[in-house]
Structures are given as structure tokens and as C-alpha cells.
């Protein structure tokens, strides 16, 4: 399985970026998929999930800015990110999981900088 992010960039305070994750395999055969990041020094922590179903969750953070979908005709995984600030400046990691408590598998990682 490959998951290959896209669309992370420079970007100013209030502004909008949409990352991109595409699989290699049918994302109807993930249980979820979700967004991570990853600050300098820190954990990677999610930010955003998507169910098999469509049901989605978001850190209290993000909430009201950030959008996770995803098109299971392109087999791809999408976070529109919006009112963007420099806290949110992160790499950010598309994951996925066949089963609730299956092998996690990761993309590589986008730069998303926030910065006037």
C-alpha cells in the first residue's frame, strides 16, 4: 500500500491550503483513513479522521477550519485547511488502516508553513 500526499506549501496567516492523499489500493478497503501532523520535536498527533462511512472527527483545533473528505472514485483522501495560522505549521501525514486495530500505513509527509 502507498499513500502519496500532496498540496502542502507556504502560506499566509488566514489563508487556505487543500493537501491531497492518494492511495495505490481501493480506499474502500480502509476501516478509516486520517491526517496527522507533526511539530518540530514533537509526537505525530491526528488531526482529522474519515470512517469507511464518512464519518469524520476533528481535534478541538481545527474544528470549524479544516475539512477531511474523500473521493472513493480517485481513491484519494483530501484536508482543506482554512483560516490557516502559524500554529498549524506542521508536517502533515496522510495514515490508513485496513481494521480497527490493523498495521497502520503512512504517506511521507507534506510541509504545510504558515508564515507571513
Known amino acids: 500500500v502507498q499513500l502519496v500526499e500532496s498540496g502542502g506549501g507556504l502560506v499566509q496567516p488566514g489563508g487556505s491550503l487543500r493537501l491531497s492523499c492518494a492511495a495505490s489500493?481501493?480506499?474502500?478497503?480502509?476501516?478509516?483513513m486520517a491526517w496527522y501532523r507533526q511539530f518540530p520535536g514533537k509526537q505525530r498527533d491526528v488531526v482529522a479522521a474519515i470512517s469507511r462511512d464518512d464519518v469524520t472527527s476533528y481535534i478541538d483545533s481545527v474544528k470549524g477550519r479544516f475539512t477531511i473528505s474523500k473521493d472513493n472514485a480517485r481513491n484519494t483522501v483530501f484536508l482543506q485547511m482554512n483560516s490557516l495560522k502559524p500554529e498549524d505549521t506542521a508536517v502533515y501525514y496522510c495514515q490508513a488502516r485496513f481494521h480497527p486495530y490493523g498495521t497502520d500505513y503512512w504517506g511521507e509527509g507534506t510541509l504545510v508553513t504558515v508564515s507571513s
Open positions: 489500493t481501493n480506499i474502500l478497503n480502509f476501516h478509516a
